[in-house]
């Protein structure tokens, strides 16, 4: 067995810092945030055609409210689920919940009915909060789970039947509260959306996403503005777009729907968004479409409001090829790396400290080393352990490290590059193993391969491809399955024996993919 171990950068914050406020826990952020930036916007959203604004203050009142009603209903240390797309109530639902000492538990706002009732029952949920866009899990929860004492609708402006108004109770719990809470505190229960097996429950502290979020100093100044777009369940989300950004004093844009993107984009005018690789890959096809008369930063410009400069990429690989291709347009795309079993980012390239084809530095809350080519880390964002799941606790965290899964190494200057996952390694009947996605990438970087699948089947390597339908038509490719075979007998040319393709699947459809974008592999 190997260790190669890599220490943490623990040097302290440099001059000019976001914010120098100690934080243990989301109740420090908020109170920060309050003092801190006061008046100053906090949220922006939309609704119909009126833009709304809510400040720190609010952000701050208005959860208190939440905290104190949760309190005044007996769910003070309960498991409270929330499901919905996210929206200021959304928000201070959550920070009430957490804040009043109780356990937020985030369902993806996807899932159907019966499988948030299974999440709900998993993770002792004994109140529900949701939006009308779920009004059938309102519906059904009251028969499928015996454990909910409370629903509450966040639209709702009156108490109809058992189902509470979130408003109404905000108005009728006005008022400050605290409560003791402490960093290694249960904070939420985030139920993963993994590629294979069952979704577990990741159980977070406090100081897990607190620390996640005020780690390191990005040099964002207070004021910038920001649009979020990835769901609110996913704890990448949540901790940079929402808690990093009430810390540092952001103006944080809600985005309503994925089909106004553009239109909100021009209307908000972010200069830094989160998204996930799926969606960047997308976003550079529509940019490419506008051709070559017009200046590139032009059409940037054009499609992202006229101030987007920083784009911060996570949940997947990026081809690095693609911090290039957006530079062109004048925009700085910032690679990093997690999960959510650590609150979730491990890594993250800068603008002024980053290298191409790593998924960026440690965080200074951090360290790693590898164990058998797997990368293993430990810091203060790493989980508590999965809940009600002891067998697989113990599989992943070992003497507080985190066993991650990814292969890959970290060199000398504390930058993480990742080569494929553990568990998705192609052993051959020679004993050669085979990284799927060092395939996948490769092959990825042709334009006529949208989405693609490498696995083992019947003792030999087949590829799964789903073609951009699209290209083929415009570069008038009529025998896209010859096409295909030729861009793989070119690649096999290049490879070791044992790492060629001898099987090629061409798919009509796109692959099954998370609620995170990510391609459901069995």
């Known amino acids: 067995m190997q260790w190669i171990i890599s220490s943490p950068c623990r040097q302290s ?6 914010a120098d406020m100690a934080a243990e826990t989301l109740r420090d952020i908020i109170r920060h945030g309050a003092e801190a930036y006061g008046e100053q916007t906090a949220f922006r959203y939309k609704i119909k055609k009126e833009i709304i604004d809510k400040t720190y203050n609010e952000v701050n009142l208005d959860s208190m409210a939440v905290s104190r009603a949760v309190e005044a ?17 959304w928000i201070i639902t959550y920070f009430g919940i957490v804040n009043s000492g109780s356990v937020a538990v985030p369902i993806d706002a996807q899932l159907p009915a019966e499988a948030v009732c299974e999440l709900l029952n998993r993770a002792d949920v004994e109140m529900l909060v949701y939006d009308e866009l779920r009004s059938d899990v309102a519906g059904v929860v009251r028969e499928k789970c015996p454990g909910i004492r409370h629903v509450v609708s966040m639209q709702a402006r009156e108490t109809v039947g058992d ?17 003791e809470l402490a960093g290694g505190q249960l904070c ?10 069952k979704s577990k429950g990741v159980m977070l502290s406090h100081r897990n996403l607190t620390d996640n979020a005020v780690c390191l100093d990005m040099r964002i100044p207070a004021g910038t503005v920001s649009m979020t777009l990835l769901p609110i369940n996913h704890v990448y989300c949540l901790t940079m777009d929402i808690i990093k950004g009430l810390y540092i004093g952001m103006i944080i844009c809600i985005n309503d ?20 690789p799926i969606v960047i890959e997308s976003i550079y096809g529509k940019l490419k479409d506008a051709g070559s008369l017009i200046p590139k930063k032009m059409v940037a410009k054009a499609a992202f409001g006229g101030s987007l400069r920083i784009i911060c990429s996570g949940g997947a690989y990026l081809d690095p090829d693609y911090v290039d291709r957006f530079r062109e347009y004048g925009i700085t795309i910032l690679q990093g790396y997690g999960m959510t079993e650590c609150s979730p980012v491990i890594s993250t390239n800068l603008e002024w400290e980053n290298k191409k084809g790593s998924v960026g530095k440690l965080l200074p809350n951090c360290e790693a080393r590898v164990v058998d080519e797997e990368i293993w880390v430990r810091g203060s964002s790493v989980m508590q352990g999965y809940y009600k799941m002891p067998e697989q606790t113990a599989e992943t965290l070992e003497d507080g490290w985190l066993k991650t899964g990814d292969l890959g190494y970290v060199d000398e200057d504390n ?5 494929g996952r553990r568990k998705n390694l192609i052993i051959l009947a020679n004993g050669e193993n085979v990284s799927p996605e060092e395939l996948e990438n490769e092959l990825s970087r042709s334009e006529l391969v949208k989405e693609i699948l490498v696995r083992e089947k019947d003792k030999i390597i087949e590829a799964e491809i789903f073609p951009d339908y699209e290209y083929a038509k415009k570069k008038h490719i009529k025998d896209i399955q010859g096409k295909l075979q030729e861009l793989i007998d070119g690649f096999n040319k290049d490879m070791p024996v044992y790492k060629r393709i001898y099987s090629l699947i061409v798919r009509e459809t796109e692959f099954e993919k998370t609620p995170s974008k990510k391609i459901k592999r069995f």
């Open 188 to 197: 939420t229960i985030l139920f993963t959306s993994g590629t294979t097996g």
């Open 13 to 18: 914050r440099p001059k000019g810092q976001e």
């Open 415 to 419: 930058f993480v590059y990742i080569t």
């Open 257 to 276: 729907s994925i089909m106004h993107v553009q239109r909100n984009m021009k209307l908000f005018k972010p200069e830094i968004v989160l998204l996930v």
């Open 163 to 179: 189902v509470l108004s979130l408003s109404r109770l905000i108005a009728g719990h006005a008022g400050t509260y605290e409560t």
């Open 73 to 89: 209903l007996g769910m003070k240390g309960k498991h409270i689920a929330v499901i919905g797309t996210t929206s200021y109530q």
